[in-house]
């Protein structure tokens, strides 16, 4: 498994990445006139930030915040450490890799699941946990120079900015505000995707339409366009906008919130012309957490769509070993 930034350059799309028809980026078209709400953190009234943000959340299961407490510097300077980091050479990059014994750092290309993999997807990634920071740090790369300080900053800045989107969206379902403090929130984690440029961005991905296997993502989607959100049949591209976050509600959320929230289905296109680099902070339970829509939002009116299951089951159907079927059985309450 050559890492992707190592040949990309050669100047053709080996066939093991084209993708079929129906999965291409063309289909359905993209209306580039719309985008999705940005909300703005530090609007003085809170009640209408919450009703915002559940109303997002709701439609299209993505929103954009600003004026959300993280510094400029800390975002510049993590994005700059992680492209500094996809440039380094890729044995320089697998060496920077190998800290952790029990591998907890993990460096791959196109998805978790390459092997298996029926089509190849257009990226390189780096993930490592993140939560408790002292477990962790010394298994994280240490170059690029200054990798362990910028990202472990950034990592603890974003730790906080979780938990309080977290107590908004609390507060708006009508959950206790600690509800996620706990098992729930207990295995954050960093990663960094790389999408170099590429020489036919009509035939394939930098990710396949998916929904994210967790609670809550923060992304920091820097300046490069490429991320775009299914809703109502349409492929919406969002905008970047200068150092905000895109936030997204996890498939785990969903469920917990009972179909209040929608862990909405997203991708990620290339271009022919600029690398695209971005840091995603990943909220994820612990895997033997136990998942389920929260008893206070179930009632005669509002029955549960889903049941209780254990999160590892859910990794296992939903990417270890990715059976549609088996994820269904697995979260829904059957109607029979
Ligand atoms: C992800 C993701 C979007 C992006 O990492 O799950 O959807 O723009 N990333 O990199
Ligand atoms: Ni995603």
């Known amino acids: ?23 291409r980026p063309g289909n359905p078209i993209v209306p580039l006139e719309k985008s999705i709400p940005v909300i703005d953190l530090q609007g003085n009234d809170r009640k209408e930030t919450i009703r915002q943000i559940l109303k997002t959340g709701k439609e299209f299961g993505f ?18 450490v992680a492209e500094e980091f996809h440039a380094m ?3 320089d990059k697998e060496r920077e890799c190998l800290k952790d014994p029990n591998g907890s750092c993990k460096l791959y290309t196109s998805s978790y699941a390459y092997p298996r ?9 780096l993930t490592h946990p993140c939560r408790p920071l002292d477990q962790h740090i010394q298994f994280w790369p240490e170059n690029p120079t200054g990798y362990r300080e ?35 929130s207990e295995a954050p984690k960093i990663m960094i995707n790389h999408y170099p440029p590429c020489p036919e961005p009509s035939l394939t991905l930098g990710l396949r339409k998916h929904r994210d296997p967790n609670i809550i993502t923060i992304l920091h989607q820097g300046q490069i366009n490429g991320l775009q959100v299914f809703k109502d049949g349409l ?16 498939y785990l959320l969903q469920i917990i919130s009972n179909g209040k929230l929608n862990g909405a ?16 902070f990943f909220v994820y339970p612990s895997d033997e957490c136990l998942i389920g829509p929260a008893k206070a939002l179930v009632n005669a009116s509002n029955p549960a769509i889903y049941k209780p299951f254990k999160y590892a089951d859910f990794v296992i ?17 059957s109607t029979a």
């Open 317 to 333: 159907a939903s990417y270890v070993n990715p059976d549609k079927e088996a994820l269904e059985d697995l979260i829904y309450k």
């Open 117 to 125: 993999e029926e089509f190849h997807l257009w990226r390189d990634a």
């Open 265 to 280: 289905e997203h991708r990620v296109v290339t271009n022919s012309r600029d690398a695209r680099t971005t840091v995603s």
């Open 63 to 80: 929103f954009q915040i600003i004026n959300h407490g993280v510094s400029k510097d800390s975002m510049d300077e993590t994005m700059k």
């Open 1 to 23: 498994m050559e890492l992707l930034s190592n040949w990309c350059s050669n100047g053709s799309l080996p066939e093991s990445y084209v993708l079929p028809p129906e999965a």
């Open 89 to 91: 050479s890729g044995l």
């Open 235 to 250: 492929w919406i591209a969002v905008q970047p906008v200068p150092h905000a976050f895109v936030v997204n509600i996890g």
């Open 150 to 184: 910028v990202v472990g900053e950034y990592s603890v800045e974003l730790w906080k900015l979780s938990c309080r989107i977290l107590e908004l969206l609390c507060e708006g379902l009508g959950l206790s505000i600690n509800y996620f403090s706990n098992e729930l």
